[in-house]
């Protein structure tokens, strides 16, 4: 985070394509059976042993890079489709099929909301997001048709208790850590979940071991702290003048709001479960080490604010 | 830009919002909720079973107690090694070393163990607990100990594996005797280790309330002594009797032959165990039920039993039919008072019809008769009476002698209780109070409840003199018993099956109360087909109540009176003797004392000392008196 506040934020603007094709590569990689490492049946992790890390987490700040420098090239373009929106959206969609194939749906979607959130922002017309969303739904639609596990997913997010013991455990579970916690929860380190009941508890859960431990008080502090940061983000992209650094510090602190927010739904109860860890507080190298880099690039930009 | 950059951040902060909305849903409006769902994840619950409230008799003692019976359980997620668990505590329990495996081995948070697993001798109990295996536990259990084994087993009844109340009061009480199930919880993580930070609860069972029953021990001891002896002389199908306190309804001994141990019920016909006889069983009373008729009669100032006089030529005709009187010859002329002592049927049947039918099934109603008493036993028979329209003359002369219609024992106690006590129709109870085993504070007493009155005091009066006069001169004559003044009245029925009477096989009863001024107990005792002997009530069913009565009286602190109704004697009847006082008397003059009786001489001296028997007392002629000289 210290490093990359350091580097003036403009660098990246130079190498965001070198950083986009090293992303394809590795996401590339990553499928070949032999180097790519399946984890909770996702091919989605490279290196050796317990020196691995995802290479979509690197397309997910690989792919802001790109998208601001691209669309700041374009700004007088960006209402034009073929001149304006075609490479970018053809690399969103590389990029998003890429990690979909391992198959990693929860990264898929940060990444493709943060994409959109930047298209929108730089200015795309409204037209094109209609037609977008009509092909979301199809397409996830025709995702979960292709993959059952998803549709047990969905069926467990409507109703949790239908199947306790399946695809309804991990919320259940969730929802046995937060529930008790109450409003001031059992106090620090004494969550009962964490023994074995919830999965995940340091990483994609670990949420709701805080709510369980802390309470609602606690709960309620961590989202108001995700919505400073996505605050002051939003007020440091609105501050700077140059229209790569808005787009790049707005695209990066809009992949960790949606981030947290896909992650703190899925512990609520509120959406389905996918695996998406928590920006800053999930345990895990690869994740921590990507947020606090974006944390320092955004940093970096704020030097620059008028 | 910055516009459409704004309206993202409203709408992340819309989707924020409704984050903190949704945790604190679940925190604040569900979390109770979730909260005894997540314990009962992490919980493993050890039952502890709460102690069965005691039963006791009227003084205090006790009839039936708890023993100390452990019941082992097994949590499979703690067994490491199921196979060698199972083998080890299979040797100690006896059980099969496969069933134990397969409850070690079952997907289960715990499992209780049945059969050999449950309620364990002390010994066994340590022995489990010294193979200190990982997920084996010993929990606190009880069962029954039924002190009087087979005595009293209608009345309190059993309990089944579960300590449930199956029979009896224990059935009839269950709830209030079981108290409520309590546990040691404990928590466990996901692999059944201890929880670290989380205390084990200990929830304390909620003992069952103690029960006091309106049974005396003493006087029950004496009902089945009697019985016993009954069942040993005349081998009889069964044998039942109940004692009550006519002035409440309590009963205070019940028993019903052939008996069962509480303990061991299983190994019984279901038929004994279910019917309680003196509640169940329906049959024609015969001549008992002349009391009704008798009581009805006088209420309604019908017959006046010392002036009127009536002749029994052996049979009465009554439209058409020939109802004839048990003595072929009949009694021929005789008064009222003289047709109850000889339970005349003709006479009766007089009574019957100056009543007439509508007026005597009235009585035979208010008598409780037709309906259930309402005792606090199950399996209560309601009797076969006709109804009102069915009911015509023949109908109402046969009933005014005691056939012809079904009743029950308990019926016919709580009947006549209300004939003699006055005329107030009690409903009978055996659960006399309720006491709390912690605090020792009784919570609810039962209080004697009053039917209706039937008929007035002076009637009862009547009624008292009457039966009396039974004991004293007529056919009830076995069961009297010398300066307590008992009076009653014996019952001859024959049993009836498949709509005829069988031959030879009667239900001889005897229903009888004491002291006739001052009822303090009612004492009826049928036997169903004696053996070998006459099968009439006089001469089975009353000696049995006489000597009921007879130590049954002392403990009910009734004392010796006076001025009984002098026993008339017959010939088989042993000529009785008053004895003198002899205390203060010379040697000399004792041999002139020596008319009656046979003195026997102890010690030296001159004077009588002290005597037994003492003065007064009646003893058969020419029977020894020992005297002590000084």
Same mark, same amino acid.
């Given at each position: 985070?210290?490093?990359?506040?350091?580097?003036?934020?403009?660098?990246?603007?130079?190498?965001?394509?070198?950083?986009?094709?090293?992303?394809? $590569?590795?996401?590339?990689?990553?499928?070949?059976?032999?180097?790519?490492?399946?984890?909770?049946?996702?091919?989605?992790?490279? /290196?050796? /042993?317990?020196?691995?890390?995802?290479?979509?987490?690197?397309?997910?700040?690989?792919?802001?890079?790109?998208?601001?420098?691209?669309?700041?090239?374009?700004?007088?373009?960006?209402?034009?489709?073929?001149?304006?929106?075609?490479?970018?959206?053809?690399?969103?969609?590389?990029?998003?099929?890429?990690?979909?194939?391992?198959?990693?749906?929860?990264?898929?979607?940060?990444?493709?909301?943060?994409?959109?959130?930047?298209?929108?922002?730089?200015?795309?017309?409204?037209?094109?997001?209609?037609?977008?969303?009509?092909?979301?739904?199809?397409?996830?639609?025709?995702?979960?048709?292709?993959?059952?596990?998803?549709?047990?997913?969905?069926?467990?997010?409507?109703?949790?208790?239908?199947?306790?013991?399946?695809?309804?455990?991990?919320?259940?579970?969730?929802?046995?850590?937060?529930?008790? /916690?109450?409003?001031?929860?059992?106090?620090?380190?004494?969550?009962?979940?964490?023994?074995?009941?919830?999965?995940?508890?340091?990483?994609?859960?670990?949420?709701?071991?805080?709510?369980?431990?802390?309470?609602?008080?606690?709960?309620?502090?961590?989202?108001?702290?995700?919505?400073?940061?996505?605050?002051?983000?939003?007020?440091?992209?609105?501050?700077?003048?140059?229209?790569?650094?808005?787009?790049?510090?707005?695209?990066?602190?809009?992949?960790?709001?949606?981030?947290?927010?896909?992650?703190?739904?899925?512990?609520?109860?509120?959406?389905?479960?996918?695996? $998406?860890?928590?920006?800053?507080?999930?345990?895990?190298?690869?994740?921590?080490?990507?947020?606090?880099?974006?944390?320092?690039?955004?940093?970096?930009?704020?030097?620059?604010?008028? | 830009?910055?516009?459409?950059?704004?309206?993202?951040?409203?709408?992340?902060?819309?989707?924020?919002?409704?984050?903190?909305?949704?945790?604190?849903?679940?925190?604040?409006?569900?979390?109770?909720?979730?909260?005894?769902? #997540?314990?009962?994840?992490?919980?493993? *619950?050890?039952?502890?079973?709460?102690?069965?409230?005691?039963?006791?008799?009227?003084?205090?003692?006790?009839?039936?107690?708890?023993?100390?019976?452990?019941?082992?359980?097994?949590?499979?997620?703690?067994?490491?090694?199921?196979?060698?668990?199972?083998?080890?505590?299979?040797?100690?329990?006896?059980?099969?070393?496969?069933?134990?495996?397969?409850?070690?081995?079952?997907?289960?948070?715990?499992?209780?163990?049945?059969?050999?697993?449950?309620?364990?001798?002390?010994?066994?109990?340590?022995?489990? %607990?010294?193979?200190?295996?990982?997920?084996?536990?010993?929990?606190?259990?009880?069962?029954?100990?039924?002190?009087?084994?087979?005595?009293?087993?209608?009345?309190?009844?059993?309990?089944?594996?579960?300590?449930?109340?199956?029979?009896?009061?224990?059935?009839?009480?269950?709830?209030?005797?079981?108290?409520?199930?309590?546990?040691?919880?404990?928590?466990?993580?996901?692999?059944?280790?201890?929880?670290?930070?989380?205390?084990?609860?200990?929830?304390?069972?909620?003992?069952?309330?103690?029960?006091?029953?309106?049974?005396?021990?003493?006087?029950?001891?004496?009902?089945?002594?009697?019985?016993?002896?009954?069942?040993?002389?005349?081998?009889?199908?069964? #044998?039942?009797?109940?004692?009550?306190?006519?002035?409440?309804?309590?009963?205070?001994?019940?028993? *019903?032959?052939?008996?069962?141990?509480?303990?061991?019920?299983?190994?019984?016909?279901?038929?004994?165990?279910?019917?309680?006889?003196?509640?169940?069983?329906?049959?024609?009373?015969?001549?008992?039920?002349?009391?009704?008729?008798?009581?009805?009669?006088?209420?309604?100032?019908?017959?006046?039993?010392?002036?009127?006089?009536?002749?029994?030529?052996?049979?009465?005709?009554?439209?058409? %039919?020939?109802?004839?009187?048990?003595?072929?010859?009949?009694?021929?002329?005789?008064?009222?008072?003289?047709?109850?002592?000889? *339970?005349?049927?003709?006479?009766?049947?007089?009574?019957?019809?100056?009543?007439?039918?509508?007026?005597?099934?009235?009585?035979?109603?208010?008598?409780?008769?037709?309906?259930?008493?309402?005792?606090?036993?199950?399996?209560?028979? *309601?009797?076969?009476?006709?109804?009102?329209?069915?009911?015509?003359?023949?109908?109402?002369?046969?009933?005014?002698?005691?056939?012809?219609?079904?009743?029950?024992?308990?019926?016919?106690?709580?009947?006549?209780?209300?004939?003699?006590?006055?005329?107030?129709?009690?409903?009978?109870?055996?659960?006399?109070?309720?006491? &709390?085993?912690?605090?020792?504070?009784?919570?609810?007493?039962?209080?004697?409840?009053?039917?209706?009155?039937?008929? =007035?005091?002076?009637?009862?009066?009547?009624?008292?003199?009457?039966?009396?006069?039974?004991?004293?001169?007529?056919?009830?004559?076995?069961?009297?018993?010398?300066?307590?003044?008992?009076?009653?009245?014996?019952?001859?029925?024959?049993?009836?099956?498949?709509?005829?009477?069988?031959?030879?096989?009667?239900?001889?009863?005897?229903?009888?109360?004491?002291?006739?001024?001052?009822?303090?107990?009612?004492?009826?005792?049928?036997?169903? &087909?004696?053996?070998?002997?006459?099968?009439?009530?006089?001469?089975?069913?009353?000696?049995?109540?006489?000597?009921?009565?007879?130590?049954?009286?002392?403990?009910?602190?009734?004392?010796?009176?006076?001025?009984?109704?002098?026993?008339?004697?017959?010939?088989?009847?042993?000529?009785?003797?008053?004895?003198? &006082?002899?205390?203060?008397?010379?040697?000399?003059?004792?041999?002139?004392?020596?008319?009656?009786?046979?003195?026997?001489?102890?010690?030296?001296? &001159?004077?009588?000392?002290?005597?037994?028997?003492?003065?007064?007392?009646?003893?058969?002629?020419? =029977?020894?008196?020992?005297?002590?000289?000084?």
């Amino acid at each position: 985070m210290i490093i990359c506040s350091r580097f003036d934020y403009r660098v990246w603007k130079q190498y965001s394509r070198q950083a986009l094709i090293l992303a394809f $590569v590795l996401l590339i990689a990553v499928l070949i059976p032999g180097v790519g490492m399946i984890r909770n049946g996702s091919q989605s992790w490279i /290196g050796v /042993g317990s020196l691995s890390f995802q290479p979509s987490e690197w397309m997910k700040m690989a792919l802001v890079f790109y998208l601001a420098a691209a669309l700041s090239e374009r700004k007088k373009t960006i209402h034009l489709f073929w001149k304006g929106l075609f490479l970018p959206i053809v690399v969103i969609g590389a990029a998003f099929g890429l990690i979909m194939l391992q198959p990693d749906l929860g990264t898929a979607a940060v990444m493709g909301g943060t994409a959109l959130i930047l298209l929108f922002s730089a200015g795309a017309p409204i037209h094109f997001f209609v037609t977008i969303g009509a092909s979301a739904i199809t397409g996830l639609v025709l995702l979960i048709l292709s993959a059952p596990y998803r549709m047990k997913r969905i069926t467990a997010y409507l109703d949790p208790w239908s199947d306790p013991l399946g695809s309804g455990f991990q919320i259940i579970q969730s929802l046995y850590a937060v529930g008790p /916690g109450g409003l001031f929860g059992h106090g620090y380190g004494e969550s009962r979940q964490k023994y074995y009941y919830l999965p995940e508890p340091q990483t994609d859960f670990i949420f709701a071991i805080w709510s369980e431990e802390t309470g609602f008080i606690g709960a309620v502090w961590i989202i108001l702290l995700f919505f400073l940061l996505i605050w002051r983000g939003v007020y440091i992209a609105m501050r700077l003048d140059d229209p790569f650094g808005m787009l790049l510090v707005f695209g990066l602190t809009g992949m960790i709001c949606l981030q947290s927010f896909i992650n703190l739904g899925v512990v609520t109860g509120l959406l389905p479960v996918t695996g $998406v860890t928590l920006p800053f507080l999930s345990y895990g190298g690869s994740s921590l080490t990507m947020t606090l880099a974006l944390a320092g690039i955004v940093l970096s930009a704020s030097r620059h604010m008028r | 830009m910055r516009v459409r950059m704004f309206w993202i951040l409203v709408l992340s902060f819309v989707a924020f919002s409704a984050l903190i909305v949704r945790t604190g849903y679940i925190q604040l409006v569900n979390g109770g909720e979730l909260t005894d769902k #997540a314990e009962e994840l992490w919980g493993r *619950s050890i039952p502890a079973e709460p102690e069965r409230g005691l039963i006791l008799d009227r003084k205090g003692d006790i009839l039936v107690g708890n023993k100390n019976a452990p019941t082992v359980y097994v949590i499979p997620a703690q067994i490491d090694d199921p196979k060698q668990a199972a083998e080890k505590l299979a040797a100690v329990l006896g059980e099969k070393e496969s069933v134990l495996y397969e409850r070690m081995t079952k997907r289960s948070s715990i499992e209780r163990l049945s059969s050999k697993g449950r309620h364990l001798s002390a010994e066994t109990a340590r022995a489990v %607990t010294d193979l200190q295996l990982k997920g084996v536990w010993v929990g606190e259990d009880s069962i029954r100990n039924y002190v009087l084994k087979d005595r009293l087993a209608h009345i309190i009844g059993f309990t089944g594996a579960d300590n449930q109340g199956l029979a009896g009061i224990e059935a009839y009480y269950d709830k209030k005797l079981s108290g409520t199930l309590g546990s040691i919880q404990m928590y466990t993580d996901a692999k059944g280790n201890q929880m670290p930070g989380l205390a084990n609860d200990y929830e304390a069972p909620v003992n069952g309330m103690d029960l006091q029953l309106t049974i005396d021990a003493d006087i029950q001891a004496v009902m089945e002594r009697e019985l016993d002896q009954a069942e040993k002389t005349y081998k009889p199908d069964a #044998a039942m009797s109940i004692a009550m306190d006519p002035n409440t309804g309590a009963i205070l001994a019940m028993s *019903s032959r052939p008996s069962y141990d509480p303990a061991r019920f299983n190994e019984y016909d279901p038929d004994i165990y279910n019917r309680n006889l003196p509640v169940w069983s329906t049959f024609e009373p015969g001549s008992t039920f002349k009391i009704i008729t008798l009581a009805a009669a006088l209420e309604e100032k019908e017959v006046d039993l010392d002036q009127e006089h009536f002749f029994d030529p052996g049979h009465v005709e009554v439209n058409g %039919t020939r109802l004839r009187c048990w003595k072929r010859e009949g009694h021929g002329h005789q008064t009222f008072l003289e047709v109850v002592e000889n *339970s005349c049927n003709p006479g009766f049947v007089e009574l019957g019809s100056r009543l007439g039918e509508k007026k005597l099934f009235t009585y035979i109603r208010k008598f409780g008769f037709g309906e259930k008493t309402g005792i606090d036993l199950y399996g209560e028979g *309601s009797g076969i009476l006709f109804t009102e329209q069915s009911a015509g003359p023949v109908e109402a002369a046969t009933a005014a002698f005691g056939q012809g219609v079904a009743v029950t024992p308990i019926q016919q106690v709580a009947a006549v209780s209300a004939a003699v006590n006055g005329g107030i129709l009690y409903e009978p109870f055996v659960a006399k109070s309720w006491t &709390n085993p912690v605090t020792g504070k009784t919570e609810a007493v039962h209080k004697p409840k009053k039917v209706r009155q039937v008929i =007035s005091e002076e009637t009862s009066k009547e009624v008292r003199r009457a039966l009396e006069s039974v004991v004293a001169k007529g056919t009830g004559r076995n069961a009297f018993v010398d300066g307590y003044r008992v009076g009653g009245k014996t019952g001859t029925a024959q049993k009836a099956k498949d709509g005829r009477y069988l031959e030879n096989n009667h239900i001889v009863s005897f229903i009888g109360t004491a002291p006739a001024n001052d009822p303090k107990v009612v004492i009826y005792t049928a036997i169903d &087909n004696p053996k070998g002997t006459v099968q009439f009530g006089g001469t089975v069913a009353a000696p049995i109540v006489g000597k009921m009565m007879e130590d049954i009286l002392p403990l009910l602190h009734v004392p010796k009176q006076m001025n009984q109704i002098e026993k008339e004697k017959t010939w088989n009847d042993p000529d009785l003797v008053s004895v003198p &006082n002899l205390i203060g008397l010379s040697k000399e003059k004792l041999k002139e004392q020596l008319i009656n009786i046979d003195i026997v001489i102890e010690g030296t001296g &001159n004077t009588v000392a002290s005597q037994s028997p003492k003065q007064g007392v009646k003893v058969e002629r020419g =029977s020894k008196v020992r005297v002590f000289l000084k």
